[in-house]
């Protein structure tokens, strides 16, 4: 492991030259001296917080662990208001280490890894396919189905999407090997890929999460190619297949509930350098609020610094302070606690959902139960376009569900020419159970069962 991480690192990580060109900014590099004692700022071109009409903010909190409301004093909400460090505020980055440390067992003290602060996890995805994949010249080894969210990006960036087969348990390790040792034959000279993007927990569409061997199996096939890792995962904490007990303390933390071993960590293990990890608190604490995080190597993290330099500067002030005083309050023991709560109310959703599809649509469907996430991956038995029934028959009877071709990486690039590939996952069709009430889950399942029934009946 490590001698490929030494020739990754020795031929330079895979930069695009839009990632290259690009430099610090001559202001925010001045940030991090704002606030040293004794500094006077005639520097930056910050607004007088005495300006800001807001003094201090009050969060009252649902009942739970920690405190029934919190108070960003005025200190608190002047940070929270003010231009801050482009990696976030000092507060939060400290509790996001922390929370890293505690849970995937990585360290920052060598400055080998770093974290910064994204507008949710989709934010630090683009830039990091953009720092990464040159256009209409670079592939990217991407799970087939997919993420939309991501496709939306990533197709009119013009790099190829090369699709590997997935199953119940997410990417197969097979079928990435077959691509990567079969490349240089099957693909006509193309560049050969560097990267690789997974959503290992939950998988948006298919609900597949990978196990601990299949993580394992797939790092050590990106060693021996030299590949970067993309981990993208939003559902890590709604992961239903261990629950063993509560948390009693903060040093017992992570050991009272098993978590997943993440790529990250597998990477800890193998030498580091290879694997930026995506979080998001959009499933856990807020949507709104859109605030993730990514973690890596200190060289890959300051490449995405530097295009949030020259696009938003950072994240929200004021959602990373609220972020950051719920970690006050709870610590990492509290919060975990609550991401426990939360997995638990999606379980139960899940198992609701479930008994709907067992008692109206047997024989109509094949699905498999999902392990953690949102989303049951459905097969129509006896359809072929469910494009159609998603959007117009479905639709006509008051259920949305999402067609399968949305997930499905079905655009290449030669030169600067589009071509089509054919689409698949015709039979099949995304629905969450996140938002539906039991009824409403009820009436869908039975709605849907009358409309396959029409249309097998025609």
Same mark, same amino acid.
């Given at each position: ?54 003094? $201090? ?10 405190? $029934? ?146 993580? $394992? ?217 996140? $938002? ?23």
């Amino acid at each position: 492991m490590l001698r490929s991480l030494t020739r990754l690192k020795a031929n330079g990580y895979p930069f695009t030259s839009v990632s290259m060109a690009r430099v610090p900014s001559p202001i925010r590099a001045l940030q991090p001296y704002v606030n040293q004692p004794g500094m006077i700022s005639l520097g930056g071109g910050m607004p007088n917080a005495s300006t800001f009409p807001i003094s $201090s903010i009050e969060l009252k909190l649902k009942t739970g662990a920690g405190s $029934s409301s919190l108070v960003l004093n005025e200190d608190e909400t002047r940070v929270a208001l003010q231009y801050s460090s482009s990696r976030g505020i000092p507060s939060l980055v400290s509790h996001l280490k922390a929370l890293q440390q505690d849970v995937h067992k990585v360290t920052f003290t060598d400055g080998s890894r770093d974290i910064i602060v994204t507008t949710g996890s989709q934010d630090g995805l683009a830039k990091a396919f953009e720092m990464l994949l040159e256009p209409f010249h670079d592939t990217l080894l991407i799970e087939n189905p997919t993420y939309s969210g991501s496709l939306a990006f990533l197709t009119p960036l013009g790099v190829n999407l090369k699709g590997v087969e997935t199953d119940a348990e997410g990417m197969i390790p097979s079928k990435l090997r077959d691509v990567l040792d079969n490349w240089e034959d099957e693909n006509g000279g193309r560049k050969k890929p560097r990267v690789v993007y997974t959503i290992p927990t939950g998988s948006n569409p298919t609900g597949g999460s990978l196990t601990f061997e299949r993580k $394992s199996e797939i790092y050590d096939i990106c060693v021996e190619h030299d590949i970067l890792i993309l981990e993208d995962d939003p559902y890590y904490y709604l992961d239903f297949r261990t629950f063993d007990g509560e948390c009693q303390g903060e040093e017992d933390a992570f050991l009272s509930r098993e978590r997943a071993c993440s790529f990250l960590n597998i990477d800890e293990k193998g030498g580091g350098g290879r694997v930026i990890r995506f979080d998001s608190f959009s499933k856990l604490l807020s949507s709104g609020i859109r605030v993730g995080f990514a973690t890596g190597p200190t060289e890959l993290i300051e490449r995405i610094e530097l295009h949030t330099q020259a696009t938003m500067l950072h994240a929200s002030g004021l959602s990373q302070a609220v972020v950051s005083k719920l970690f006050d309050d709870w610590g990492t023991c509290g919060f975990l606690t609550h991401v426990d709560d939360v997995a638990k109310f999606y379980m139960d959703r899940r198992d609701t959902f479930v008994a709907c599809i067992e008692k109206h649509l047997e024989g109509l469907v094949e699905y498999r139960i999902p392990t953690a996430g949102m989303f049951v991956w459905m097969k129509l038995i006896g359809i072929s376009d469910a494009q159609s029934l998603a959007m117009r028959g479905a639709a006509e009877k008051n259920v949305l569900v999402v067609p399968g071709s949305s997930f499905v990486p079905n655009e290449a690039y030669q030169g600067d020419e589009r071509r089509l590939t054919t689409k698949s996952d015709g039979e099949f069709v995304r629905l969450s159970f996140s $938002s539906a009430t039991p009824d409403d889950m009820d009436s869908a399942c039975r709605r849907l069962r009358e409309l396959l029934m029409e249309r097998r009946d025609n």
